[in-house]
């Protein structure tokens, strides 16, 4: 079954970084571009970055020049390289692979000083 888990989530201060990562299973990884999300309670889920299936990637402007997504189509691994965080970072961020449209349960990201 199609499965999806994050981790590397957890409290920074600002300016700190983080890199989370995504394993996923259960599907052909090659064929599949992949998002990073996020959500704040109360709020709606956010898109952050894609990494298409030939490499190419996009971000929001809200994060673009400090976030950077990539993947290992070998380990079946895609992660999110955060960079001078900020307090507005902060949620729980989500990765999803769009070809079968699977979802993580989450990892939360604090950026707080």
């Known amino acids: 079954q199609v499965q999806l888990v994050e981790s590397g989530g957890g409290w920074v201060e600002p300016g700190g970084s983080l890199r989370l990562s995504c394993a996923a299973s259960g599907f052909p990884f090659g064929s599949s571009a992949f998002t990073w999300n996020r959500q704040v309670p109360g709020k709606e889920r956010e898109w952050v970055a894609t990494?298409?299936?030939?490499?190419?990637?996009s971000y929001a402007d809200a994060v673009k020049g400090r976030f950077t997504i990539s993947r290992d189509n070998d380990k079946r691994i895609v992660t999110l390289q955060m960079n001078g965080l900020k307090p507005e970072d902060t949620a729980v961020y989500y990765c999803n692979a769009m070809l079968v449209n699977g979802w993580g349960q989450g990892t939360l990201v604090a950026v707080s000083s």
């Open positions: 990494v298409f299936t030939g490499g190419p990637t």
